[in-house]
């Protein structure tokens, strides 16, 4: 993850569903306080790249497209081209 330098990850702790195959296998499940380590140095990783890449674009002039947000007509949400 820190050599790819994301600037977002969906990450996501995985939970089985009932009816899959998945959901036969607790037993072999790693231990949820180790899984919730890892997650979260996942997503320090993930941060800091983050970080890194929307400080370079800081002053940098960009074509964006924009919406007022659904849930709140005083915000604004936007994009670049490249999805930053």
């Known amino acids: 993850m820190a ?8 990450t996501f702790i995985f939970s089985p569903r009932a009816g899959t195959r998945a959901a036969t296998m607790a037993d072999s499940f790693v231990a949820s306080d180790v899984i919730k380590a890892r ?3 996942l997503k320090d990783v993930t941060d800091r790249s983050a970080l890194r890449r929307h400080e370079a674009r800081v002053a940098a002039s960009k074509r964006f ?8 007509d005083q915000m604004l949400s936007g994009r670049t081209r490249q999805g930053n």
């Open 39 to 41: 997650f979260e140095r």
């Open 3 to 10: 050599a790819c330098e994301f600037d977002l990850a969906y």
């Open 65 to 72: 497209w924009s919406r007022v947000l659904r849930r709140n």
